[in-house]
C-alpha cells in the first residue's frame, strides 16, 4: 500500500533561516510519481514539483531545492533564505499511477511558519 | 476562468439532507479529480474522471457519495441522507491529461462544508 510520512507537524523559523521539510514514502511500484504541494490561508493547493521515480537528479528552484533519494525512500523540500510569504501548509504525495489509476496519497501535511 | 472553479464554496446543510456540489475545470482539461480535506489533515482521494467515465472511484466512501461528469467538463459531487461526519472541505482539481503523463493538477480554493 502507498503511504506518505510527514513527521514534522509544525516548523517555526525566523525570516533569512533555511529550512527542510521532510517526506518519507512506501510504494510496492517501481514506477511512481513524487510531489510538493503548498497550500497557503487562502487554501487552494499550489503545485510546487513532480518528479517521477526514474529520476534521482536533485532540483532547484529559485529558493526552493529537492533531494529525492530512492535508497531511503525520502523526497525533502529545502527552502533557502525563507520569507514570511513562504509560511503555509506543505504537503508531499505520492502517485503510482498504474492501471488507470491517478489518484495522489497525501501526507498529512507540515505547517511552516516564518516570522519576521 | 483561468483556473478552477467551485461552487459553493461555503455549505452548510442539516443532517440527512442532500447535497451537490459543483466544480468547473480549466477548459480542456480532461482529467479531474474530487478530494476532501479534513481539519488537520492532507487531502484523501475520491474520484478521478477521465473525460466523462470515472476511471478510478475506489475514493469513495460508501454509496451516499456519487459524482458525475456527463460532458467532459462540469462535475458535481452528490452526497445523500449527509452526515456530521460528512464535513470537510471538498476540493477539485483538473489537470491536461493526468499526473502520470507529465502534467500537473491544478486545484480549487475547495467547497467547505459543514452539516449540523
Known amino acids: 500500500a502507498q503511504k506518505v510520512t510527514q513527521a514534522q507537524t509544525e516548523i517555526s523559523v525566523v525570516e533569512k533561516e533555511d529550512v527542510t521539510l521532510d517526506c518519507v514514502y512506501e510504494?510496492?511500484?517501481?514506477?511512481?510519481?513524487l510531489f510538493w504541494y503548498k497550500q497557503p490561508p487562502s487554501g487552494e493547493l499550489v503545485f510546487l514539483i513532480r518528479?517521477?521515480?526514474?529520476?534521482?537528479q536533485n532540483e532547484i528552484s529559485g529558493r526552493y531545492s529537492w533531494n529525492f533519494q530512492k535508497s531511503t525512500s525520502s523526497f525533502n523540500f529545502t527552502i533557502t533564505a525563507s520569507q514570511v510569504v513562504d509560511s503555509a501548509v506543505y504537503f508531499c504525495a505520492l502517485s503510482e499511477a498504474k492501471g488507470g489509476s491517478e489518484k495522489l496519497v497525501f501526507g498529512k501535511g507540515t505547517k511552516l511558519t516564518v516570522n519576521p | 476562468g483561468a483556473g478552477v472553479s467551485q461552487t459553493p464554496s461555503n455549505k452548510v446543510t442539516e443532517k440527512g439532507k442532500y447535497v451537490e456540489l459543483r466544480c468547473d475545470p480549466i477548459s480542456g482539461h480532461t482529467a479531474l479529480y474530487w478530494y476532501r480535506q479534513s481539519l488537520g489533515q492532507g487531502p484523501e482521494f475520491l474520484i478521478y474522471f477521465q473525460g466523462t467515465g470515472a476511471a478510478d472511484d475506489s475514493g469513495l466512501p460508501n454509496d451516499r457519495f456519487f459524482a458525475v461528469r456527463p460532458e467532459g467538463s462540469v462535475s458535481t459531487l452528490k452526497i445523500q441522507r449527509t452526515e456530521r461526519g460528512d464535513s470537510a472541505v471538498y476540493l477539485c482539481?483538473?489537470?491536461?491529461?493526468?499526473?502520470?503523463?507529465?502534467?500537473?493538477?491544478?486545484f480549487g480554493q475547495g467547497t467547505r462544508l459543514t452539516v449540523v
Open positions: 482539481a483538473s489537470s491536461l491529461r493526468g499526473t502520470a503523463m507529465n502534467t500537473e493538477a491544478f
Open positions: 510504494t510496492r511500484d517501481t514506477t511512481y510519481y
Open positions: 518528479r517521477n521515480s526514474f529520476d534521482e
